[in-house]
Each structure stands twice: as structure tokens, then as C-alpha cells.
């Protein structure tokens, strides 16, 4: 079964507005991460929170981690036309990597 | 940072020909390497771990037959496709890690798209 599972599936909102979405797992893990997928393209890595960690920043980007509901949520806040993507949580179980179906984000101009 | 090459980026073949894909860690070294599925609209699948001088550890209902991977320096590894039909067609990624401890990221090449008529 899959382990990360993110919600929403698909985003739409304008620039400037925050995105927010989120990723849900089932087992112990020793860190999360978020990547960013362009249409047609390899992923690209955003932002890896271990599982000692509740929040972490990284420009725009806010990811938060709770282990005892086994979610996290990944924040864009004002969203660019080039935050268009699909939007993968992956969870880092000492070595072995689930990904979940994404989200796909489209913010529009 | 890390960069991950992989080639080539779009495939187009007949059916019964074999495909061979590289991925190759730039400026790192990599001891093991992760290769990937991906369908349109849909998440990655891990199809198999490939370990530098060893044999790669497939995911389950992945045939070792089909899919032929070897991990022959720290830099380089291959995913090879043998006798490709219709139903092989599809997105592959591969990638990396830099260091062998907990808690590192992966970085990936830009996939290769394999169509087969």
C-alpha cells in the first residue's frame, strides 16, 4: 500500500496566494521529504524534515512534521506562476522510500 | 549541489528491442542508486535499489529478467529493458544519494520517457 499519501490532489489558485497541502503516512519513519516535479521532468528536492523536527523553513517554504498523527504539510506562500508542479511527499523509512501520488499545483497569473 | 545525469531523455523503439538507460551521479559518489516508474498523473514506483558491486534488490512483481540493472562504479548505474513491448512504455527515473547516512535527500535525473511502438 502507499505509504505517503497527499491531499489535495490538484490545486488551483492565483499569484501571490498561499498554497498549502497535505501528506499523510502509516508507519514509523526516520525523516519526510518534499520534492517538486515539473511536467515531464526528474524531481527536484525541497525540503527533508526528520522526525525529531516540527517545522522547518526554507525561503517560502514551510514544511511541518507531526509523528503522532503521522502528517505533514508542505506551505508556498506567495505563490509564483513557477510553482506550477506536482508536489510529491516522500517518507525515509532508514532507507526504503514510498512516495505519494502528489499534488498538482497551478497557480495562475 | 548534486547532479544526476541520465540518459538518454526519450527513447522511441520497436517491440522486442532492448533499451539500455544510464544514470550517473556527477559529482558525487553514489553506492546506491534507486530506479523509478512513473505512469502519467500518477507518483513514482520504486522498481529496484541498485547497489554498487552487488546485485540490485528489486521490488516486489518487478521481473529481475526484464529489467536489468548493474551498478559497475560509484558513479554509474544501468537500467536495461529487455525485449521492450508496448506495455514497458513509460516514464524512468532514476537516483542517487550523497553519503550513506540517515537522513539524506535523493537527487534525481530528468528521466527518461521510453515509447515503444
Not at chain 1, 517545522?55 to 513557477?82: F, M, N, P, Q
Not at chain 2, 535499489?49 to 558513479?75: C, M, P, R, W
Amino acid at each position: 500500500s502507499q505509504q505517503g499519501e497527499e491531499d489535495p490532489q490538484a490545486l488551483s489558485i492565483q499569484e501571490g496566494e498561499n498554497a498549502t497541502m497535505n501528506c499523510s503516512y502509516k508507519t514509523s519513519i526516520n525523516n519526510l521529504q518534499w520534492y517538486r516535479q515539473n511536467s515531464g521532468r526528474g524531481l527536484v528536492h525541497l525540503i527533508l524534515i526528520r522526525s525529531n523536527e516540527r517545522e522547518k523553513h526554507s525561503g517560502r517554504l514551510r514544511v511541518t512534521l507531526d509523528t503522532s498523527k503521522k502528517s505533514s504539510s508542505l506551505l508556498i506562500t506567495a505563490s509564483r506562476a513557477a510553482d506550477t508542479a506536482s508536489y510529491f511527499c516522500t517518507t525515509d523509512s532508514w532507507g526504503k522510500f514510498q512516495f505519494g501520488a502528489g499534488t498538482q499545483v497551478v497557480v495562475t497569473p | 549541489g548534486a547532479v544526476v545525469s541520465q540518459h538518454p531523455s526519450w527513447v522511441i523503439c520497436k517491440s522486442g528491442t532492448s533499451v539500455k538507460i544510464e544514470c550517473r551521479s556527477l559529482d558525487f559518489q553514489a553506492t546506491t542508486m534507486f530506479w523509478y516508474r512513473q505512469f502519467p498523473k500518477q507518483s513514482l514506483m520504486l522498481m529496484a535499489t541498485s547497489n554498487e558491486g552487488s546485485k540490485a534488490t528489486y521490488e516486489q512483481g518487478v521481473e529481475k529478467d526484464k529489467f536489468l540493472i548493474n551498478h559497475a562504479s560509484l558513479t554509474l548505474s544501468t537500467l536495461t529493458v529487455t525485449s521492450a513491448h508496448p506495455e514497458d512504455s513509460s516514464f524512468y527515473i532514476c537516483s542517487a544519494r550523497d553519503g550513506e547516512g540517515n537522513n539524506q535527500p535523493q537527487h534525481f535525473g530528468d528521466g527518461t520517457r521510453l515509447s515503444i511502438l
